[in-house]
């Protein structure tokens, strides 16, 4: 009921002329990761960028915890007003069938502004680890499955989906260290703390570059340019190794239409920003299109992928309570 009136009251304030001044003061945008992650990096770039043609700051609020279902949970019961937005990925897919009991329903819970980028994932280790290429590494875990830790970043995160991917692939299952982000995660497999981790390549690139950590195979079906002599699963004798982490702008439902039909615009001029491109283009990703940054493309994307995911997420078996 007070969403409800909240809602009602908003409408009615956006529906007159006041509106017309939307946005009036910051926008929070919340990332459902901890900070220094990708889709921290990804967030905090677009929101910089889309501050400049709002006219306001849009401000990063990092909220991780259970694969980023907390954060998605605070942002769907925020006020629909406008000032409180979420950049969530595949996630928001994947955990309408890892999580039995859901805080919300993904599919009824937010409103649309649109897709914003789409990640390739690499297979990525502490630098101290022995196999010196994919095949090892399969040989090496499914010798020593019992020895071997994966990091993630929770059930429902991206590094959960692509370690759940690796692991049926090979049909070994490994111990899970969860994190509240794959930015703290990173830092862990830099010092040895934990042994692997498929990460998204706005995290990686820099470290496997700098040789921070050892890099085995993308999930893509052609190599990222910024990274080319890192081999595609398939290429290392993986295939089928594959899955890209789309990410979406998220308001919560009843957000009146007129916010949304500022912030789409907004949103698309960020990622055609030239600062925008050049970053992504640096960490391995490319901005959505005009096409794809709308509400009705992500709506859509979600739907499409969480039909998608369901049947193999079952076939896994791997649920949170
Ligand atoms: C994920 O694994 O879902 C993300 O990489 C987590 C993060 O952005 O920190």
Not at 108 to 129: E, H, Q, R, S, W
Not at 138 to 157: L, R
Not at 179 to 193: E, F, I, R, S, V
Request: aromatic fraction near 6%; glycine fraction near 10%; charge should be neutral.
């Amino acid at each position: 009921m007070r969403k409800l009136l909240a809602a009602v009251a908003v409408t009615a304030l956006f529906a007159g002329p006041a509106f017309a001044e939307y946005p009036e003061r910051p926008i929070t945008v919340v990332v459902p990761f901890a900070a220094g992650g990708p889709t921290d990096t990804v967030t905090r770039l677009v929101a910089e960028s889309m501050s400049k043609d709002l006219g306001q700051q849009v401000v990063v609020e990092n909220a991780g915890g259970a694969g980023g279902t907390l954060g998605a949970g605070k942002v769907a019961q925020a006020t629909p007003d406008g000032y409180t937005l979420l950049l969530h990925h595949i996630g928001m897919a994947t955990s309408a069938s890892l999580y039995r009991k859901l805080a919300y329903d993904p599919l009824n819970a937010f409103d649309y502004v649109g897709l914003v980028t789409d990640v390739p994932m690499i297979l990525v280790a502490k630098p101290t680890f022995e196999p010196t290429d994919l095949k090892g590494v399969v040989d090496y875990v499914k010798a020593n499955a019992d020895k071997v830790n994966y990091a993630n970043a929770g059930i429902g995160s991206a590094s959960h989906l692509c370690g759940m991917l690796f692991m049926s692939a090979i049909k070994t299952k490994l111990t899970a260290v969860p994190y509240k982000g794959t930015g703290p995660a990173l830092t862990d497999l830099m010092g040895g703390q934990v042994d692997v981790m498929c990460d998204q390549s706005t995290n990686v690139t820099n470290q496997i570059k700098e040789k921070k950590i050892k890099a085995y195979g993308t999930t893509t079906k052609t190599r990222i340019p910024a990274l080319p002599d890192v081999p595609t699963g398939a290429e290392a004798g993986l295939p089928g190794f594959e899955v890209g982490i789309w990410h979406g702008l998220y308001a919560p439902k009843g957000t009146p239409k007129a916010a949304i039909d500022k912030l789409v615009p907004a949103l698309q001029k960020a990622l055609k920003d030239p600062v925008v491109v050049e970053r992504f283009a640096s960490l391995g990703t490319v901005p959505s299109s005009d096409a794809d940054a709308t509400p009705a493309a992500l709506e859509a994307k979600l739907k499409s992928e969480i039909a998608r995911w369901k049947p193999i997420i079952e076939a896994a078996g791997e649920y949170a309570d």
